[in-house]
């Protein structure tokens, strides 16, 4: 010790010495990321694996809210029917084992018809099947964790009839999964039960999609009006396929704080790049109590929601090309399809060129959902094809069976990773930080195990 400092200076040396320890402690603590040290090296689907690490955080329900694979319910079966957890709205959800993503897959089929208008002044009416839950448990942590896999038919978006001309089109959506404060019983959703956030491709422009801007992105609703939408930059959408999709939400810690945040994962078609990602944070999740006393979400709806489709255009008498056959036009508030094309505008009234149109628009859709995880944490476990998280483009989520700070048992979801397929096991803590990957192989499908530590003798 150098003499020539005092008690007093060696006690102020002494205690920052200390308080700099302390502070070394709590920082390594606080960084401490999650980390895999021991996993098996091979796995079957649906057996049991345990893993080891540290700084898995604390998870108060290992399992999930709800994991639906659908694998032991009927084709045909409402979603209500087959899960006793879902609620069936006016045109429900099935199951079906039609279009599996692996095989021995099944999945929930949303079947929808656009806004269809009659002869009289236009009304439209939205066929949207929907299955929705309220009451989820979102609002008890005020966090959301939703996976799911999502079938588009990039076939199937179409024209409106009498739409001839693509310059014409008017552009529209599909609005899909949404959550929002809760569900009417018939599941059709108002802006009362905003604030809400749903899933949107936007942009179908008569069998295109235009990718001229963003058509795909999470759609915000406050309940006082506004939001800021989560685009995926460029647009992954577009071709037919399955598309994982993912999103994690923080909600504002008291109504309006403006401290929340939101992160939203999207898969590239067939797999074939890594994931797009959209994020915000801070943010206002939820900005208001609305008229019916709800603040934050609890509800969630699964759906195909034909949006956006405004009416065909007013009949111009002064269209120097006329109109070519099909086109759809409406006259005096009734609307007429050309049953011929004519090389001037003919009055709709003729009967020689027009026909009343019994529908403005039929734009059929259909979507399918599979592997629908559902969760008010964002602890988790993932399996990726790559030995980074970020570099994945195949992820599956995996479940949950007990979870401690230093280990972790969770039931292995294959999915349509192939068997032999080396993949890497991934923990997510409650705060989004994510581990190192930690290698494993699947085993051949029905491959039996061999009991251990047998004694082989040779002949």
Known sequence: MNPTINGAAKKIIQQSSAAFCLLLVYSSTVLALPSITSAPLTAKNGSSVKIAGSAFGAKATAAPLRFDTFSTATPGQTMSQATNW?????????????????????????????????????DPVSRTTIAFRNNVGFAKTKKVYLNYWYYFDANEKGCPVGFADAAGTPYWQIKSVRLL????????FTA????????????????????????????????LGGGTNLY????????????????????????????????????????????????????????????????YYDGINIDNYIGNVPPPPTFDATKVDGYPQDYTVNYGSTWYKAIQGSAKPVVPTDTAYWTKAPYGYEINTHLQYGDIYVDNSWARVEIGD???????????????????????????????????ATAYIYVVDENGYVSNGKAIQFEKSGAVTPPKNLIQIKP
């Not at 936007?202 to 990718?211: K, L, R």
């Open 86 to 122: 879902w609620s069936d709205g006016n045109y429900p959800l099935y199951v079906t084992n039609q279009n599996p993503r692996y095989s021995g897959n099944q999945t929930a089929r949303a079947e929808a018809n656009g806004p269809s208008y009659g002869n009289a002044a236009p």
């Open 192 to 223: 009362d039960n905003y604030p809400s956030i749903n899933y949107a491709v936007q942009n179908f422009q008569c069998g295109t999609v235009n990718n001229s801007q963003p058509n795909n992105y999470w759609d915000r609703r406050l309940y």
């Open 181 to 188: 404060t809760e569900s009417p019983l018939d599941g059709n």
């Open 386 to 420: 790559a030995s980074t998280y970020s570099a994945c483009t195949h992820r599956e989520i995996q479940v949950p069976i007990t979870w401690g700070t230093d280990g972790i048992e969770f039931k292995v979801n294959q999915g349509s990773f192939p068997d032999l």
């Open 232 to 295: 995926f930059n460029p647009a992954p959408m577009g071709q037919t396929g399955w598309y994982n999709l993912a999103i994690q939400i923080k909600m504002d810690s008291t109504v309006g704080a403006g401290d929340g945040a939101i992160t939203a994962y999207m898969s590239a078609a067939n797999l074939g790049a890594q994931y797009k990602v959209s994020s915000v944070s801070p943010v206002t999740v939820i900005d208001a109590t609305n008229k019916n006393g709800k603040a």
